[in-house]
């Protein structure tokens, strides 16, 4: 059988050897290199025994089709239609000055006037079009495998083909073990500019029970970032306090989703044991998952859950939504980090599955 190339490189298979044997973990995983070391599925033993795709995406043999290049794939955006794809060198959107003729956008980005494609944006007559979740959703990037619970890639960026500052090189570890999956990112500064980074991951969680209403979110964070609306998703500035709101999903058991439509930006995170952490919980499957980052520059986490779908996203992420933009409030953190030159900066995640009451 012919070797199936995804982005003109082979999709990567993932096992884990050390996983319990017994209770929910994750047991497999498929990685995709030629789309900017995305992951594209993995397997997890529920509670019952059975095995489930917790990831959102199509089946292996259909994703070459989906993930083509074509119109609809513009800069890589398919990639964050589904799967987990990888944020860099910044997750959510961008906003700028558009150029007409073309489909770029001129933003401004620590101080410096930059050129991004606009691969996004609102489905309304006349809503803002921009740049969404970062410069290597295409990217091809070579990788090693060691073992068979490891995969490593490195992508000598430079300046992301002329639209960003500095020279970056990235490093990049996806491995599964003990049932738990983990991301490690390494950004490296090697030019001589200041060079503005925000990370992030976004990993679509399907429910298996089907049952949106009843599943629950647990996010401890005490803002929300405001947006106009839902089509466009711009921040209007403000961060509101959560608590006593429709999104308040603090407490220990979170709260149910029911009919809240979400995509939104949660900051200001309460760490537990110094990490960042979300759960998705589904009571009708008595299993949750948890995405955790101890990474100390995620200071937000985006949450997408559409009512009409039994997914929920959960994206932790360096950055708040439109890091740039001059609605917010002189001094508000938005999450962009600067590296100096010679200097590094890391992101990393996990994700695991666990039974309710334990």
Not at 10 to 15: E, M, Q
Not at 233 to 261: E, H, K, M, W
Not at 324 to 330: A, D, E, G, H
């Amino acid at each position: 059988m012919a070797e199936l190339l995804i982005g003109g490189m082979p999709a990567v298979t993932l096992r884990a050897s050390d996983a319990p044997a017994e209770g929910p973990a994750i047991l497999e995983a498929v990685v995709l290199p030629g789309r900017g070391m995305m992951l594209l599925q993995a397997k997890v033993r529920l509670p019952s025994g059975e095995l489930f795709e917790l990831i959102h995406a199509p089946p292996l043999a259909e994703a070459p089709g989906q993930l083509d290049g074509g119109p609809d794939d513009f800069a890589g955006n398919k990639a964050f239609t589904f799967g987990g794809a990888i944020l860099v060198p910044y997750a959510n959107r961008i906003t700028g000055r558009n150029l007409e003729g073309s489909r770029e956008t001129e933003a401004e980005v620590d101080g410096r006037t930059v050129r991004l494609l606009r691969n996004w944006g609102g489905k309304a007559p006349g809503a803002a079009q921009y740049s969404m979740h970062g410069l290597i959703l295409d990217a091809q990037i070579p990788f090693e495998q060691p073992s068979e619970d490891v995969v490593r890639g490195r992508l000598q960026a430079g300046s992301f083909g002329g639209r960003w500052p500095s020279e970056t090189e990235l490093e990049f570890e996806w491995r599964l073990a003990g049932g738990v999956l983990s991301l490690r990112i390494d950004a490296h500064n090697r030019g001589d500019e200041v060079l503005p980074m925000g990370i992030g991951w976004h990993p679509y969680l399907n429910l298996p029970s089907q049952d949106r209403r009843q599943a629950r979110l647990r996010l401890p964070a005490a803002k929300r970032a405001e947006v106009n609306d839902y089509d466009e998703v711009l921040p209007t500035g403000r961060l509101l306090d959560t608590v006593g709101s429709p999104y308040d999903f603090n407490a220990p058991q979170g709260a149910a989703l029911a009919d809240l439509y979400l995509d939104d930006c949660f900051t200001e995170l309460e760490r537990t044991g110094g990490e960042a952490v979300v759960e998705v919980l589904d009571p009708a499957a008595g299993v949750g998952f948890r995405a955790t980052s101890p990474s100390p520059e995620v200071h937000a986490i985006q949450v997408y859950a559409p009512t009409d779908k039994a997914f929920v996203v959960v994206e932790p992420q360096f950055n708040l939504a439109d890091p740039y933009s001059p609605l917010y409030p002189q001094g508000t953190q938005t999450g962009m980090t600067r590296v100096a030159p010679g200097g590094s900066v890391t992101y990393e995640a996990r994700l695991e599955a666990f039974a309710l009451g334990t």
